[in-house]
Every structure is written in C-alpha cells, then in structure tokens.
C-alpha cells in the first residue's frame, strides 16, 4: 500500500505549485483525481478529471509519453495514485503536485470554476 502523500519514491520528484504549472505549460498532462462535487468547485486550468476510483479502468487513457502530474485537495491521493502508476503499472514520468489544489490557491495561481 503506498504512504501518504507518494512517499514510496522519492526518487520521483513530485512538484509544488509553480514547478507544477510551469510543467504544463510545456506539455505535462495535470490530471485531478478528486471527485465530481470537488472539481466542479474549482479546478486549476488546463487538468482533466479521472477520479481516483476510475483510475484503474482509465489506464488506457493515460500516455506513457507524456510527463503526467496528478492533483487532489491536498496531494494524499494523488500521491497514492502516483504510487500506484509506478509500482502497478510502470510509469516512470509520473508526478504528485505538492499540496494539492489548496497550496496552488495558496499560492495564487488561477482557479475556474
């Protein structure tokens, strides 16, 4: 079972906020795993929404060739999911946004809704 937060590989570099947005601004595909309710409160722009539980039958939908940051409300379940691309599937470009959506409102960087 992954730790809190993506701790199993910390050779994975996971990304603050900043490092997170500038990363998809060159590409990086940002994926929120929170669920329906939360990303229609607010999301960052740019991410599409694969809740955690349809993340294992979404596989498929998620490129080996693209850099991919995963995103919740605080980064726990995004971490578990980077955790679970790594170890269940193989990714090796796969990363955790630091904090989640709190610390990137924290930051003042964009939300919609």
């Not at 955690?52 to 939908?61: E, V």
């Not at 971490?79 to 790594?86: A, F, L, N, Q, V």
Request: glycine fraction near 12%; charged fraction near 25%.
């Amino acid at each position: 079972m992954a730790e809190r937060g993506g701790l199993l590989h910390p050779e994975v570099e996971d990304y603050t906020p900043e490092q997170a947005q500038a990363e998809v601004a060159r590409g990086a595909l940002l994926i929120d795993v929170r669920e329906r309710h939360e990303w229609d409160a607010g999301r960052m722009p740019g991410a599409q929404l694969i809740p955690m539980g349809q993340i294992p039958s979404r596989i498929g939908d998620l490129p080996r060739d693209r850099k991919i940051i995963f995103t919740c409300r605080t980064g726990n379940r995004s971490g578990t999911i980077k955790d679970y691309m790594i170890d269940e599937h193989g990714y090796a470009d796969v990363h955790n946004l630091l904090g989640g959506i709190v610390a990137w409102q924290f930051d003042g960087l964009p939300v919609v809704k």
